[in-house]
C-alpha cells in the first residue's frame, strides 16, 4: 500500500524567505508524485508532478520539487515566499495513471510580513 | 474553455436524509474522480469514473453511490446521512483513462453539512 507522510501540519515563514515544505512517501513500485495547492473555500490546484525523467520538477508559481529515491522523499521548496503563497499544500502519491491518488494530511503554510 | 463545475457549492442536509452531488467534468473530458475532504482524515478516494464504468473504489460504506452519465457528467450520492459525512466533495476531470499522466482538474467542490 502507498502512503503519504508530510511533516510539519503548519509552517510559517517570512515574506522573501526559503519555503521547504517536507514530504516522504512509502511505495512499493515506481510512484507518480504530486504538489497541489488549496486557497480557503476552493478545489485542488496541481503545482507540480513527477512521473518519469528529469528528478528536480519545476512547477508553477516558482515552486519546484526534487524526486529523491533513495530517501523517498519529494520536498517542494520556493526560493523567496510571497504574501499571495499562504495556503494549504498538499503531497499526493499514486503508482500508475490509472489509481487514485493518496494524499498527505496537508500542510498549512503562513507568510509573516 | 470552463472548468470542472460542482454543485450546489453549499448544502445544509439533516441526519438520515440522503443527498446528491454533481460534477460537470471540462468538455472532452471522460474520467471523473471524487474524494472526500475533512479536517481529521484529509482527502480520501471516493471512487473514480471512465466512460460511464466505474474503474476504482474506496473503502467507504455502501451509503456512498455514485454514477457517470454518456456526456460525462457525474453524480454522486449518499443515504441515510451521518453526521460524520460533513465534508468537502472533490471531484477531479481529466481526457483520458491514464488521469494521472495527462492533466487532471479539480472543482471547487461542494460543503455538505449535516446537522
Known amino acids: 500500500a502507498q502512503s503519504v507522510t508530510q511533516l510539519g501540519s503548519h509552517v510559517s515563514v517570512s515574506e522573501g524567505a526559503l519555503v521547504l515544505l517536507r514530504c516522504n512517501y512509502s511505495?512499493?513500485?515506481?510512484?507518480?508524485l504530486f504538489w497541489y495547492v488549496q486557497y480557503p473555500n476552493q478545489g485542488l490546484q496541481l503545482l507540480l508532478k513527477y512521473t518519469t525523467g528529469a528528478t528536480l520538477v519545476k512547477g508553477i508559481n516558482g515552486f519546484e520539487a526534487e524526486f529523491k529515491k533513495s530517501e523517498t522523499s519529494f520536498h517542494l521548496t520556493k526560493p523567496s515566499a510571497h504574501m499571495s503563497d499562504a495556503a494549504e499544500y498538499f503531497c499526493?502519491?499514486?503508482?500508475?495513471?490509472?489509481?487514485?491518488?493518496?494524499f498527505g494530511k496537508g500542510t498549512r503554510l503562513s507568510v509573516i510580513a | 474553455k470552463a472548468g470542472v463545475t460542482q454543485t450546489p457549492r453549499y448544502l445544509i442536509k439533516t441526519r438520515g436524509q440522503q443527498v446528491t452531488l454533481s460534477c460537470s467534468p471540462i468538455s472532452g473530458h471522460r474520467s471523473v474522480s471524487w474524494y472526500q475532504q475533512t479536517p481529521g482524515q484529509g482527502l480520501q478516494f471516493l471512487f473514480e469514473y471512465f466512460s460511464e464504468t466505474q474503474r476504482n473504489k474506496g473503502n467507504f460504506p455502501g451509503r456512498f453511490s455514485g454514477r457517470q452519465f454518456s456526456n460525462s457528467r457525474s453524480e454522486m450520492n449518499v443515504s441515510t446521512l451521518e453526521l460524520g459525512d460533513s465534508a468537502l466533495y472533490l471531484c477531479?476531470?481529466?481526457?483520458?483513462?491514464?488521469?494521472?499522466?495527462?492533466?487532471?482538474?479539480f472543482g471547487q467542490g461542494t460543503r455538505l453539512t449535516v446537522v
Open positions: 511505495s512499493s513500485v515506481p510512484p507518480y
Open positions: 499526493a502519491v499514486t503508482h500508475s495513471g490509472n489509481t487514485p491518488l493518496v
Open positions: 477531479a476531470s481529466s481526457s483520458q483513462a491514464d488521469q494521472w499522466n495527462t492533466e487532471a482538474f
